[in-house]
């Protein structure tokens, strides 16, 4: 999997963006990560090598904007470039995940119809207010692959509502020394929705801080996929029936 950051920094926009890592790495080297710029790989995806060839071989999936938000507005500008790329490359699969999705349609391109067939788009839902505020629109936007990321997970979500139509939820804690906490029973509740509509379930990572059975547990960052994984919370879809 390839990754393609056309623009880094961001605002934070909400309860899910109080410890966010790329304000924590950005610290370390005494960087400003609300400071918006443009990437020196903006380009990434259309770079050329000297044969010709691009520099991104497909077919391959791209995770785009992990270091920023696609529909921030200071990128605005920028915005209609980055669609004409992931346009022209159908080679590649490109995927995002957003906090602003009630901005999606903010330099949206002309051609975009019902979506483009290489593109997919998850978005937030660190909790119940977060579900309730962005589902809604983005269950009626013309979007060809959905997903739902709860993460991180700051507290029991019910997401039934909501699963018509997509593709994926996945859900994960809190990484950093000042994690909150994320709950096991959440996570199983997520499953059980997710189960009952036959959408598939992805219990990512457990967080730094994780609590089962009244026992509260801190993960190193390493471990916390793997302890994820042998929770044996996810869970494929109907498929695995």
Not at 76 to 90: L, N, Q, S
Not at 91 to 119: A, C, M, S
Not at 144 to 155: A, G, H, N, S, T
């Amino acid at each position: 999997m390839a990754g393609w950051n056309p623009w880094h920094g961001c605002r934070k926009y909400s309860a899910g963006c109080l410890h966010c890592y790329v304000y924590r790495r950005d610290a370390k080297y005494e960087l400003d990560a609300s400071a918006v710029r443009k990437n020196a790989a903006f380009d990434l995806p259309v770079r050329k090598k000297r044969d010709g060839s691009y520099v991104l071989k497909g077919p391959d999936e791209v995770a785009c904007c992990f270091t920023s938000d696609f529909f921030l507005d200071a990128a605005d500008d920028w915005r209609a470039e980055a669609w004409r790329m992931m346009r022209e490359r159908t080679d590649l699969h490109f995927f995002f995940i957003t906090k602003r999705i009630l901005r999606f349609y903010e330099r949206l391109p002309e051609d975009w119809g019902q979506g483009y067939e290489n593109v997919t788009i998850g978005v937030t839902c660190e909790n119940q207010a977060a579900a309730d505020e962005r589902m809604p629109f983005f269950q009626r936007l013309p979007i060809r692959r959905k997903i739902i990321v709860c993460e991180p997970m700051l507290e029991a979500i019910d997401l039934s509502p909501y699963l018509q139509g997509i593709a994926q939820v996945a859900a994960g804690g809190e990484s950093g020394e000042d994690a909150r906490l994320m709950r096991y029973e959440w996570a199983l509740s997520l499953r059980a929705q997710c189960m009952a509509a036959g959408v598939p379930f992805w219990f990512r990572q457990t967080g730094a801080r994780f609590e089962k059975d009244g026992k509260v547990y801190r993960i190193l960052r390493r471990h916390q996929s793997a302890q994820a994984r042998k929770s044996a919370l996810s869970w494929a879809g109907l498929q695995e029936e």
